[in-house]
T-cell receptor, first 114, second 112 residues
Framework: ETGVTQSPTHLIKTRGQQVTLRCSSQ?????VSWYQQALGQGPQFIFQ???????GRGNFPPRFSGLQFPNYSSELNVNALELDDSALYLC?????????????FGPGTRLLVL | GDSVTQMEGPVTLSEEAFLTINCTYT??????LFWYVQYPGEGLQLLLK?????DKGSNKGFEATYRKETTSFHLEKGSVQVSDSAVYFC???????????FGKGNQVVVIP
């Protein structure tokens, strides 16, 4: 059983550019959530994808968008990058059920915007 | 809205000391509660969880009890090791909605 993987591990972009981050969910999981973790802070929920549809969104602007593919992998896209977008971006996968769903996190992608 | 509050500041202690990290929460309904650990340069690892009142989560010598009356989920370990040095995050997941709300985290440094 493979865990959650993310790519790339590190990325440097300049203000105004666009970026795409990728996540492969843990085997058997059908839900992917994305979080932004600024330096010294706890992760903040961006959005969640289930069955290729957005299933909940946190307090992030529309320039943060995502996709989920039939194999349950996911992408996070950020347009018009700002300096404050510099953070660790974490992907978490889970299996949606009627009971509690535990989220398992990948190692993250560290984005630096200059 | 739902939120988690962790005690302020880093925690520095000697090897084999007793560790407590306080966590309180605000939520409607009956959330699930979690502790995650983040080692330097890595993502988050689930340490333990509890899904209902009075449940005790435990793993690797760490324990936390879901206290509904005090809305708390304090993390404890009886004898810490240098390898326990990491950042610890308390989090909640509202019932029927698995978006996690995290506290700010506590840096734990264990000195040999």
């Amino acid at each position: 059983e493979t865990g959650v993987t993310q790519s790339p591990t590190h990325l440097i972009k300049t203000r105004g550019q666009q970026v795409t981050l990728r996540c492969s969910s843990q085997s058997g999981h059908n839900t992917v959530s994305w979080y932004q973790q600024a330096l010294g802070q706890g992760p903040q929920f961006i959005f969640q994808y289930y069955r290729e549809e957005e299933n909940g969104r946190g307090n992030f602007p529309p320039r943060f968008s995502g996709l989920q593919f039939p194999n349950y992998s996911s992408e996070l896209n950020v347009n018009a990058l700002e300096l404050d977008d510099s953070a660790l971006y974490l992907c978490a996968s889970s299996l949606k059920s009627t009971e509690e769903e535990t989220q398992y996190f990948g190692p993250g992608t560290r984005l630096l915007v200059l | 809205g739902d939120s988690v509050t962790q005690m302020e500041g880093p925690v520095t202690l000697s090897e084999e000391a007793f560790l407590t990290i306080n966590c309180t929460y605000t939520a409607t309904g009956y959330p699930s509660l979690f502790w995650y650990v983040q080692y330097p340069g890595e993502g988050l690892q689930l340490l333990l969880k509890a899904t209902k009142a009075d449940d005790k989560g435990s793993n690797k010598g760490f324990e936390a009890t879901y206290r509904k009356e005090t809305t708390s989920f304090h993390l404890e370990k009886g004898s810490v090791q240098v390898s326990d040095s990491a950042v610890y995050f308390c989090a909640l997941s509202p019932y029927g909605n698995n978006r996690l709300a995290f506290g700010k985290g506590n840096q734990v440094v264990v000195i040999p």
